[in-house]
């Protein structure tokens, strides 16, 4: 097997990505528009979708991370929006993109209309977290998003069979579609919720952190194939537990948890990057496969079926996000501020990736000896759709957001929360501190108790310090000094038992132990850092 082609992939992904952080333009709008580039540079290798890699390979982690990265308390606040959105409008995209479709293609059967539909009714996770995090949107219009994103795949492929097998002709009724549904997203949820204790209980009992992350990386891949093995959805199963180990990670191991936190930093970065340029490496695959259609009347079509789906996007979002608060006193009371710019953003964040094409590539070539009718045009419209939201909307969505001026955190009300709490920790620390060495087992020297003491007062001092003036000088606070004071000590140390190992006073090994525990200070700093 050749592995200079995935090689090639994978580092020119990452090159691009690196290199579109110092750029205004967002990394995935980037690495499409390089594998669109790419796709005709000669010599580069034919890239195909597979959506046998894809779904159960590339899926489940980028599911996984994400939903590591959100808040179960935030999501659950936040409930009827996400199933609104991913429950109800990607059933309503479904049909209406269907019936646009049906009408405007000559020829193309309701059923397969409807796939195509299907295809392109849920927005991308990897695309909607992405945009999210550099755009820094309200929290709650991004819990939303991340929500929406997170659950929706699995009502799309559920919606996706349902056509599929109305298309191959087999007997798929209004009832039928209920049942597959509710067997999906029940067994699903059932078995996320069934394997998501035993896997925590395991995480919290391996002390060794390779092992810890071995298990981690394994996770999604497991939650995954157990609900599709007994006919649920994957991605329902792989959500409900990052979700729950997300929020009890405070109870693993804090060297597993530092490790983990890097590992999937990596993971995540290497698979959204190669994910997106393979989107733009499809271009040569769906215009080889036009044939009778001809590219101009498919450009056409393809016009048409991204308007439908921005505009039932809008048609679905604002009388979801109205609608309830009308008709519910509770609702009012619980969402005060809602305004007609949310929905405005929501609409227009609707950006498609690259599940939308797997799924497509999985449409089956023949059906009872026949050709399926229209797979080359819904390859065609599918890719076409999921480039011109991510160009169109990706693009256009950070200035729009600029242009609502919509109201961002304050960071001194968020430092000033974040004092707050570390203030009440600390009390509560002093007050642990005082009771064990009050027992005659824990007496330690004083040096070493005031060390404990001034570690607290540290911690609790550190958040307010960055609430003080700046140094003129420096552009510093004083807390700001304090680190980079503290990373120049850790240089230093590390600089000296560098030089005592190659002076062969202390060996290799004993080198790795002094400088982890560097390692660990220098993280704890880097962190404070970028939470400041």
């Known amino acids: ?28 709008l980037l690495l ?38 959100s808040s179960y308390l935030d999501l659950r606040a936040n409930v009827r929006p996400v199933a609104l959105l991913s429950v109800g409008y990607v059933l309503f995209a479904t049909l209406v993109v269907g019936y646009v479709a049906h009408l ?11 796939v195509l539909g299907a295809v392109v009714a849920p927005p991308d996770a990897v695309a909607a977290t992405a945009i999210a995090r550099r ?23 559920t919606a996706y069979k349902v056509a599929l097998a109305a298309a191959l002709g087999a007997s798929a009724t209004w009832i039928h579609g209920i049942r597959e549904f509710t067997v999906a997203s029940v067994g699903g949820i059932g078995v996320g919720l069934v394997l998501m204790v035993p896997i925590h209980w395991l995480r919290k009992r391996l002390r060794e952190p390779l092992l810890q992350n071995t298990l981690s990386l394994l996770i999604p891949f497991v939650a995954y ?15 409900v537990v990052a979700l729950h180990l997300g929020h009890r990670s405070w109870q693993v191991d804090f060297a597993t948890r530092l490790q983990e936190a890097a590992v999937w930093r990596m993971v995540a970065f290497i698979l959204e990057s190669t994910v997106f340029a393979l989107i733009g490496l499809q271009l040569p695959v769906v215009l080889r496969g036009l044939g009778a259609y001809g590219t101009g009347r498919a450009l056409w079509y393809a016009v048409a079926v991204f308007l439908a789906v921005v505009a039932a996007r809008y048609v679905w979002v604002f009388p979801a996000t109205f609608l309830p608060r009308a008709l519910s006193a509770r609702i009012r009371t619980r969402e005060p501020d809602t305004t007609w710019k949310a929905p405005v953003v929501v609409g227009w964040a609707g950006m498609r990736g690259v599940v939308s094409l797997a799924v497509a590539f999985s449409i089956p070539v023949a059906a009872h000896g026949q050709p399926f009718p229209g797979r080359n045009l819904i390859l065609f419209l599918t890719f076409t759709t999921v480039i011109g939201t991510l160009v169109v909307q990706g693009l256009t969505l950070p200035p729009l957001i600029r242009r609502l001026r919509l109201p961002e955190p304050d960071p001194a009300a968020v430092t ?22 009050a ?3 824990n007496v330690l020297p004083q040096p070493l108790a005031d060390r404990l003491s001034a570690a607290m007062e540290r911690r609790r001092n550190a958040v307010w310090e960055r609430l003080g003036a700046v140094d003129e000088r420096t552009g510093e606070s004083v807390d700001d000094t304090y680190r980079r004071l503290a990373r120049e000590m850790i ?22 132990t002094l400088l982890r525990r560097l390692d660990l200070e220098e993280a704890a700093a880097y962190r404070e850092e970028s939470a400041g």
């Open 416 to 437: 000033l929360a974040e004092a707050q709490a570390q203030s009440e920790a600390s009390a509560a620390a002093e007050a642990r501190l005082e009771e064990l060495l």
């Open 104 to 114: 405007l293609v000559p020829g193309l059967p309701a059923p397969a209309a409807l």
């Open 1 to 28: 097997m050749d592995v200079m082609p995935l090689l090639m992939l994978v580092a020119g992904s990452a090159a691009i990505a690196g290199a579109a952080r110092r750029t205004p333009v967002p990394a995935p």
């Open 32 to 69: 499409v528009a390089a594998g669109l580039v790419a796709s005709y540079v000669p010599g580069v290798p034919a890239y195909t979708l597979d959506p046998g890699i894809v779904l159960p390979l590339l899926l489940p982690p980028l599911l996984h991370t994400a939903a590591l990265d």
């Open 439 to 441: 027992d005659e087992r």
């Open 491 to 512: 240089g230093a140390e590390r600089a000296v038992f560098v030089e005592l190992r190659d002076a062969r006073r202390i060996d290799d090994e004993m080198l790795r």
């Open 225 to 239: 194939a157990a609900a599709e093995q007994v006919e649920a959805s994957g991605v329902l199963a792989v959500v």
């Open 135 to 157: 755009l820094g949107l309200p929290s709650r219009i991004t819990t939303i998003l991340q929500g929406e994103s997170l659950v929706n795949d699995a009502t799309a492929i």
